[in-house]
C-alpha cells in the first residue's frame, strides 16, 4: 500500500543564510544608517534591534523578503510582541516553529477523516503524520487538499512510497 508522511521542518542552513543576508542589507542600505538595527540568530529564534519601532517593522520586512527568496515558509515564524529595549530603543523576537505539535496532528487527522477519499487512513507517529490508501492517486488527492487548507504552519511531505 502506497504511504507518505506528513511533517514540518524549517531548513536552518537557509535561516542563517537568509539572517547573514539581512544583516549584510542592514549595514548597508542608506535608510538604516545611524538606527542601530540589527538581525540574529540564536538557536530557533530571530533578535531584532533597532531605534525606532518604524525601522523595526522595516528590519521585519527585509527579514521576511530574505526568507522568502530562500523558501522559508513564513508561516514557520512566531513573532512577538515589540518590546522597549535600553536608551530607548526596540527590539522583536521571533521563534521559528518546527514540528507537529498534538493538536496539529489531530487536526490533520480529523482534516482526512472528514475530506480524504474512501480507503485513505492517517496515524500518528511522533511528530508526523504517516498517511496509507490503497491508490497512489488518492494520497495524491489527499496531499492537494492539504496544501491548500492552512493548519498555521507550513507542511512537508516526505517518503511517499509505494
Partial sequence: MPTFDIVSQVDMQEVRNAVDQAARELSTRFDFKGTDSSVELSGTELHLHSSTEDRL???VQVVEEKLVKRKVSLKALDPGQPA???KGTVRQTIALKAGLSSDHTKSINKWIKEHGPKGVS???QGDQVRVTGK???DLQNVIAGLREEDFGLPLQFENFRE
Fill in 135 to 137: 491508490k497512489r492517486d
Fill in 84 to 86: 522597549e529595549a535600553a
Fill in 57 to 59: 517593522r522595516a528590519v
Fill in 122 to 124: 492517517s496515524s500518528t
